[in-house]
């Protein structure tokens, strides 16, 4: 890219940097982290703002008792460099110093990080636990981002043109950027005019639930209001005061992270007056993260795919057998599927009807491995992982739970496995990334038309679709369809095709990662978000 490209400051809860540095949970930050290193390796001008998290998200681990338990301790990283900055933000009436670390480990444009665990503050562990409190926490939390972060940038002397809120939790931004304009003598209409030139937004979850909201007493008490009024804070965000909502009002543009995403979104915040337009920009990996490099080099020449994609199994495989003790066998048809646990993902999905699945689990037809956390408070999302390893024990050898699921068993899973299956409940995948990792290690997709999969899926050619996309205010219709749909592809095309059709199973690896290597890529998103949303 030529000409002078607007300088972007990029705001987000986590990263994904690498699995040992713990600040990031899950597909966000994940996100985060490849877009960082995108960025760095197309040389644009762009920083990132987060928070150095001293426990991270949590471990998770399963007791002996097969249910999940979650476990935190302090993490200590020695690449982080000290930038000599410290910001203070108040919070509930006492200043809270922020130390300003940076980080470029990572062949990542610089990231700035937040940090409040300092001996000279009361309120050092608001920095402490990534997700790990609501109400108060949480606000200060998003303090240290938003007006920390702004603050930050002042202090270091970075020059900035747009200011990028990945996700809602960093809108109290926006708040510092009209203080500043408001004591230079602009009011407040003005303010937020000229702050929306400077801001855009982009919107990630589906669920209405998840988008996050405060009450105003609670914000004025916390000091989240920086200077504004309470008709003015409810203007922006309404009354209880929506972080999504602020957001799309106080960015000139906004988007969402898959084409479906984008009209899922416009219906979703149709109700909100005078929103930024919601486009759609499709989600992206970083390929030398995620990829094996000699498997995209074997599709190229067309050759050895089959053999490149065995060594990937055989070290999953092994990989197994070191963290659980399951045997798996390389001559079996492997499943790899690791997401968040949360109800609307179905994890246990395949499960339903075991009169189908025994058999196939039995006569190693299949065997599946499973990883991903649950929210620590998310009693449904538990249910499903202490289901799982339920399942694990029931079927041992052919059934496996990877425990505290992080960065290292999501490219193991997605190099490794045969298949990748997906079946959230459509629509509420906004877009899902580890399945165009998978795609791009020749891992085949076996997903329901939700995320970014209906703008790559080319059913029996690349992979293959569950269900017609078909959608139902009864939940229980809309799952029966998809799960007719499951066990009729997987038995009468998928395994056929594995055990019987060698020649078109590796054709469609070869299909697969010739289809999404490009569009699928961090430089497209990287280049798109300049386009779209940065550039004018
Ligand atoms: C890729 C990845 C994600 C995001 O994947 P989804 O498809 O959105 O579930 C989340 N967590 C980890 C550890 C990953 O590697």
């Known amino acids: ?179 500043e304009k408001m004591l230079t003598g602009m009011d407040f209409y003005s303010a937020l005019n000229s702050t929306r030139k400077e801001v855009v937004f982009t919107t990630h979850t589906p669920i209405v639930q998840g988008n996050e909201s405060h009450y105003l007493n609670r914000l004025e008490y916390m000091g989240a209001f920086n200077g504004l009024t309470t008709e003015q804070m409810v203007h922006i965000g309404g009354a209880p005061f929506n972080m999504t909502v602020a957001a799309l009002r106080t960015s000139k543009r906004s988007n969402a992270v898959a084409q479906l995403h984008a009209e899922t979104a416009n219906k979703m915040w149709q109700h909100v007056e005078y929103p930024a337009p919601i486009v759609g920009i499709t989600n992206a990996i970083h390929v030398p993260t995620w990829v094996d490099a000699n498997m995209l080099e074997a599709s190229e020449n067309n050759s050895s795919i089959w053999e490149t994609h065995m060594k990937n199994k055989r070290d999953l495989i092994k990989f197994v057998k070191e963290r659980t003790g399951a045997k798996l066998e390389e001559d079996v048809l492997l499943i790899g599927f690791s997401r968040r646990a949360a109800t609307y993902k179905r994890s246990n999905f395949i499960f339903t009807d075991e009169k189908i699945i025994a058999p196939l689990l039995e006569n190693k037809k299949i065997q599946i491995v499973f990883s991903g956390k649950a929210h620590p408070l998310d009693d449904g999302g538990k249910a499903i992982v202490s289901n799982l390893v339920a399942m694990s024990k029931k079927y041992p050898d052919s059934v496996v739970f990877l425990e505290n699921y992080d960065m290292t068993i999501g490219k193991t899973l997605t190099r490794g496995s045969d298949i990748w299956l997906n079946n959230p409940r459509r629509p509420l995948e906004a877009s899902g990334t580890s399945g165009m990792k998978a795609a791009m290690n020749g891992v085949l997709n076996f997903s329901v038309l939700d995320g970014w999969w209906p703008e790559a899926c080319d059913h029996g050619v690349n992979g293959w679709q569950i269900g017609n996309a078909f959608e139902s205010e009864n939940v229980s219709e809309q799952d029966e369809n998809d799960l007719k749909s499951l066990y009729k592809v997987l038995q009468e095309e998928i395994i056929p095709t594995y055990y019987d059709n060698r020649d078109k199973w590796v054709e469609m690896m070869r299909n697969s990662i010739e289809s999404t290597k490009h569009q699928f890529a961090m430089e497209r998103m990287v280049k798109e978000y300049y386009e779209l949303m940065y550039q004018y």
């Not at 690498?18 to 982290?33: H, M, R, T, V």
């Not at 990080?113 to 109400?135: H, K, S, V």
């Not at 920390?148 to 002042?154: D, F, S, T, V, Y």
Request: glycine letters at 12%; a negative charge.
């Open 1 to 179: 890219m030529q000409n002078k490209l607007p300088s972007v400051a990029y705001f987000c809860m986590e990263y994904g940097m690498d699995s040992n540095f713990k600040i990031y949970s899950g597909g966000l930050g994940i996100l985060a982290g490849d877009y960082l290193k995108g960025a760095k390796d197309l040389n644009v001008p762009m920083v990132g703002i987060g928070i150095k998290w001293k426990q991270g998200y949590t471990d998770q681990l399963i007791g002996a008792d097969g249910k999940p338990f979650d476990t935190y301790h302090n993490h200590v990283y020695d690449f982080l460099v000290d930038t000599g900055v410290k910001v203070t933000v108040k919070i509930r009436q006492r200043d809270v110093v922020c130390k300003v670390w940076k980080v470029e480990k990572f062949n990542n444009v610089p990231l700035y990080l937040l940090d409040t665990d300092l001996p000279e503050n009361e309120d050092a562990w608001i920095t402490g636990q990534l997700y790990g409190w609501f109400g108060e926490e949480r606000i200060a939390q998003e303090m240290v981002l938003g007006i920390g972060g702004i603050k930050a940038l002042r202090q270091l002397g970075i020059d900035v043109d747009v200011y990028h809120f990945n996700e809602g939790h960093a809108v109290l931004a926006a708040t510092e950027l009209m203080r």
